[in-house]
């Protein structure tokens, strides 16, 4: 099975119109001792029934919680069934980057409807189109900070692992120096931070709330970065947003974040949406697509592709990034989630998933021998100490619930809205037993 | 093709004018309309050093960018911050619409007159 | 037509969850936000009917006919849709333990030991997001290996000037100068060009073969041993691999690592500009570089995203795959090349090919002589496709030909399409004598005429603001 439409007769015809004895005679061209003498050494095609039938039984091997407890940079939030259905659209599904306009318009409004969201979520002025996720939104911030004088990238280091490491390896492409400011109690050393602002740092990232769900002093550390004459960079949880002060509000130069909690399956890792979005200011060192109003050649207002001349298709070795391909279809999903929700959705899902996770936190911290490792307030993640973890983690995996996940500082928990109290009280009931034992 | 005679041109397509001492730089007629219209001017900032034969910035139109070569090497003393909200100046008045002056002028690459660069412009 | 924030109503919502069954907890006050953001404020039917309407003016693979050169814009099965939506797929933590997301990990296994048996490769990574991401990672595999080795002369990368613009800002962005060299006339390596910037601060070489032009470059094994005498590592863009899969493989031609592009390549649809995938494979002596995740046994590795990237294209692409099998991997590359040069013939004697010799997956049209003679350039005839209900072939791409329209029919296309697509690139080469002005103004028909893209870029709106 190929896909290919064409009858054997057809495709006979069609050697015959290109002058063609067999399809050999139309790799001409390879050297013959290069080609492949053999049949690929793979199983025989299979008819859609049988793929069907194989890739469902991977999937069972798989072991799909009821209570996820577990979020670490992947976040099990509700997904409304419209979510689903819109980005499934064979149109939005199938098309490719909108650089025809003139059939493309329905592309184009979607992302500048997307656009305008993240502008909204984030209090800035420009948004691009989306990148692969927050760990490169995050390093490619670091990377339009960076001008001849200031080199140096730092980042806290109570921000998510993968997303320090991510930015680790783009400063090692470009031979730029990273360095770490520590964490205490659990947030950004801001004394450490204070020493290690010099002349030569071109931007600081801190993630908003941080691995470990605490809140940092966000406003504090703009403004000592700033004093320093550096930029800022905000990650946040898009989710937080709808309650918590906007990077904005805190003084961010540049917000990105990690769009997976907006209407996007955990899906093993990916594909997630890392958004970006900037201040006017910026608005030309933002790397990656942007959409544009205009008008037509009739004066109708119509959307494009702008700002062109600063990607890597026109720019090459002098662009700031090289991305082409985004997310765009997890970016349609966003906004669809976003206008599914509305101001008030999103801040009672935001409201709920605080809700959940301290009453999920009160619950454990109730039981002897489990206690907050971190005293700051905290939005829905949480680090506990935890006795006979794996023992308890084995026995929660058992009843349908995945528990936190262990870290070196402890058990990292998240509750989201999905999980109703009579799950947390379970979750709660069997930790106590395991402890108990 | 405006070619004024009383200016001095470099084969990327640049022009300048000396003014006591100071360079006044450009970009000539032929260069802005084989750019098409202007979007945008990548400007370096005053104080910044400039080096003959080296991009000082660059220009975009929709689809291309081209660097802007420097003609002679020296400090940056002025910008013409007019281009940043009206880039198109360049296209509408490319003799008039300067876009950087650089004084403590040391080095300088071979230049043309108008007959030299609008020979160099025919056979481009 | 209207944007979704212009049908807001205040007050308005859609009915999706349930009162909160806990207590309150309290975000301190100086943690608030000041304003609620501006959302639209839409019931389900309002959402429903205005992404219905957004859908209808977008042009999709499922609508017709998308020869986008060096796209690959094939035909994306349904059920690769329905795999990649199963809760056993969809559902899992990306760190949930290792006995949970055994499925998964077969899937990347799986995929693996197909797509190193098309390439001809050892190792796998499938943690790059798309492709220039599996440029950046392939490259990065170059330079760890030369720095392992001790070897810091090496700061070069060379590339082609008809290569893709994110082959040379990939060797940019990884810290390398860009060496562009010019190409022969027909798209392929200039030797005598190769040869004279080999040398020992030669780090790699990128290159796409076949080449941007269609063409498969007939030196390719003279192409990687000169690179490797000088010490320098071969990187295969796999943009144009649907041409030679299953028929030749890029490690037998000499390359070291390789990226492939899932969303072209192997079906996964673009959707409207990603998300993509991408593998990238190398060598067995590469491998040790391969990125892996901080959070998931990757310590001391590099990392160029979250997690292990975009599994769900990977699902995609294995029941892609696993459909076509040994046969049917080597009949779509056979058959994408037929199917180009088959509409190339159809459509020469008007527009004609660059290079008139057999072509591979692709090719260009170059129309310079054709704009000379009526002024109609390789945009208006671009723009008049779009009139037909087709999709314009990429357009001014490679730059080493002028007016260059790049046609890539892809395989899952039946002769009639190609027939009928042929017939109406003839139609419009005949307009275009006769009637230039009408090409000019094209599209007629469309949802918008030309936009004003100067307009655009210099006083960008890129949000809706509240009037």
């Given amino acids: ?437 | 093709m405006n070619i004024p005679a009383e200016l001095k041109y470099t084969k990327s397509h640049e022009w300048v004018r000396m003014e006591d001492g100071v360079a006044v730089i450009g970009i000539t007629d032929y260069a802005q309309d084989a750019l098409g219209d202007v979007v945008f001017v990548n400007l370096p900032q005053q104080g910044d050093d400039a080096a003959a034969g080296e991009a000082f910035g660059d220009v975009e139109s929709v689809k291309a960018v081209s660097d802007l070569v420097s003609p002679v090497s020296g400090t940056v003393c002025a910008v013409n911050e007019e281009l940043v909200d009206a880039p198109e100046l360049l296209n509408s008045d490319p003799y008039g619409a300067w876009i950087i002056k650089v004084e403590n002028v040391a080095d300088t690459e071979e230049l043309l007159d108008a007959e030299a660069y609008a020979a160099h412009c025919e056979a481009e | 037509m209207k944007l979704i924030f212009e049908k807001s109503v205040p007050g308005r919502h859609c009915s999706l969850l349930p009162k909160c069954d806990v207590p309150d907890a309290a975000l301190p006050e100086a943690l608030v936000r000041q304003t609620a953001p501006a959302l639209p404020e839409l019931s389900e039917v309002d959402l429903s009917r205005h992404y219905t309407e957004l859908n209808q003016r977008v042009h999709g693979v499922n609508c017709g006919f998308y020869p986008l050169g060096s796209c690959t814009m094939k035909y994306n099965p349904r059920v690769d849709e329905d795999m990649a939506a199963l809760p056993g797929f969809a559902g899992v933590h990306p760190l949930a333990p290792k006995d949970a997301v055994q499925g998964c990990l077969s899937v990347l296994d799986t995929a693996k030991t197909y797509l190193c048996e098309i390439t001809g490769m050892d190792g796998m990574t499938f943690q790059p997001a798309a492709g220039a991401h599996g440029e950046f990672t392939g490259v990065l595999l170059i330079k760890q290996y030369h720095r392992k080795r001790g070897d810091f002369k090496r700061t070069k990368i060379i590339v082609p000037d008809s290569a893709h613009g994110t082959n040379p800002a990939t060797a940019a962005m990884c810290g390398f100068e860009v060496v562009n060299i010019p190409s022969a006339p027909d798209g392929c390596v200039d030797l005598e060009a190769l040869k004279a910037v080999l040398g020992d601060d030669t780090a790699g070489l990128m290159l796409t073969n076949p080449n941007t032009v269609g063409i498969f470059d007939e030196n390719i094994l003279e192409i990687t041993r000169l690179v490797h005498e000088a010490g320098g590592l071969c990187y295969y863009d796999g943009a144009n691999l649907n041409a030679v899969m299953g028929v030749v493989r890029p490690g037998d031609m000499g390359f070291d690592c390789i990226h492939m592009n899932l969303h072209k390549t192997f079906a996964t649809p673009h959707g409207g500009g990603g998300p993509g995938a991408c593998a990238v494979g190398c060598k067995a002596f590469l491998e040790e570089f391969l990125p892996a995740s901080a959070l998931m046994q990757g310590e001391g590795r590099l990392q160029v995203r979250s997690f292990m990237g975009n599994f769900l294209v990977v699902v995609r692409a294995l029941t892609y795959l696993l459909t076509l099998g040994r046969d049917g991997i080597p009949e779509a590359a056979q058959n994408a090349v037929l199917n180009a040069n088959y509409l190339m013939r159809r459509i020469q004697g008007t527009f004609e090919p660059a290079f008139d010799r057999v072509c591979m997956h692709e090719f260009v049209l170059d129309l310079s002589e054709y704009k000379k003679e009526t002024g109609v350039s390789a945009l208006d005839v671009a723009k008049a496709l779009i009139d037909y209900g087709m999709h314009p072939p990429t357009m001014y791409f490679p730059m080493i030909v002028h007016e260059a329209l790049m046609l890539e029919p892809t395989e899952t296309e039946s002769k009639e399409t190609l027939d009928w697509a042929a017939d109406v690139f003839r139609e419009v080469y005949a307009r275009g004598k006769t009637d230039p002005d009408y090409l000019h103004g094209a599209p007629h028909h469309a949802q918008i005429g030309r936009p004003d893209e100067v307009r655009a870029s210099r006083n960008p709106v890129v949000r809706w603001t509240k009037p």
């Avoid at chain 1, 669809?336 to 929700?341: F, G, R, W």
Wanted: charged content about 20%; overall charge negative.
């Fill in chain 1, 1 to 437: 099975m190929s896909y290919v439409p064409s009858t054997p007769e057809q495709r006979r015809a069609m050697l015959d119109a290109v002058g063609a004895e067999t399809y050999a005679d139309l790799y001409r061209d390879v050297p013959k001792e290069m080609l492949l003498d053999r049949q690929l050494d793979l199983p025989e095609g299979m008819s859609e029934l049988e793929a069907v039938r194989t890739m469902t039984a991977l999937a069972e091997k798989n072991k799909v919680f009821q209570t996820v407890l577990r979020g670490a940079g992947s976040y099990d939030h509700f997904i409304p069934a419209i979510v689903k259905s819109v980005p499934a659209k064979e149109e939005f599904l199938t098309a490719y980057t909108p650089y025809q306009a003139e059939m493309s318009q329905g592309v184009l409004q979607s992302i500048f409807e997307y656009q305008t969201m993240i502008c909204e979520l984030t209090g800035m002025d420009v948004s691009n189109a989306s990148v692969y996720d927050g760990a490169t939104a995050a390093a490619e911030a670091a990377a339009m900070c960076r001008d001849r004088k200031r080199r140096v990238t730092l980042i806290s280091a109570a921000a998510h692992p993968d997303t320090i490491n991510t930015v680790r390896t783009y400063c090692f492409g470009t031979g730029d120096e990273l360095k770490i400011v520590p964490a205490k109690d659990g947030k950004t050393d801001l004394d450490a931070l204070k020493e290690m602002l010099d002349g030569t740092v071109a931007s600081f990232y801190v993630q908003q709330p941080n691995f470990y769900g605490q809140f940092e002093d966000a406003d504090l550390l703009g403004e000592l970065v700033h004093a320093a004459g550096a930029m800022y960079v905000m990650g946040c949880n898009p989710i937080s947003l709808g309650l918590v002060k906007t990077p904005r509000e805190c003084g961010a130069d540049i917000a990105v974040g990690e769009g997976q909690p907006l209407g996007l399956p955990m899906g093993f890792g990916g594909p997630y949406l890392g958004f970006m979005a900037t201040t006017a200011k910026h608005m030309r060192k933002l790397p990656g697509r942007i959409v544009g109003e205009t008008v037509d050649s009739k004066g109708k207002r119509a959307y494009v592709l702008s700002l062109q001349a600063r990607e890597q298709h026109i720019r090459r070795e002098k662009a700031s990034s090289n991305i082409c391909s985004n997310e765009a279809l997890c970016a349609l999903t966003a906004a669809v989630y976003l206008a599914a929700m509305g101001p008030n959705g999103l801040r009672e899902v935001a409201r709920q998933s605080m809700a959940k996770a301290h009453y999920l936190a009160e619950a454990l911290t109730a039981i002897d021998g489990i206690e907050l490792v971190y005293p700051g307030p905290f939005f829905h993640e949480f680090v506990t100490t935890l006795p006979k973890a794996q023992e308890v983690l084995a026995a929660l995996e058992e009843n349908g619930i995945l528990g936190g996940l262990p870290i070196a500082e402890g058990v990292l928990w998240c509750a989201t809205e999905k999980a109703d109290k009579a799950s947390l009280d379970r979750t709660a009931a069997i930790v106590k037993e395991v402890l108990a034992k």
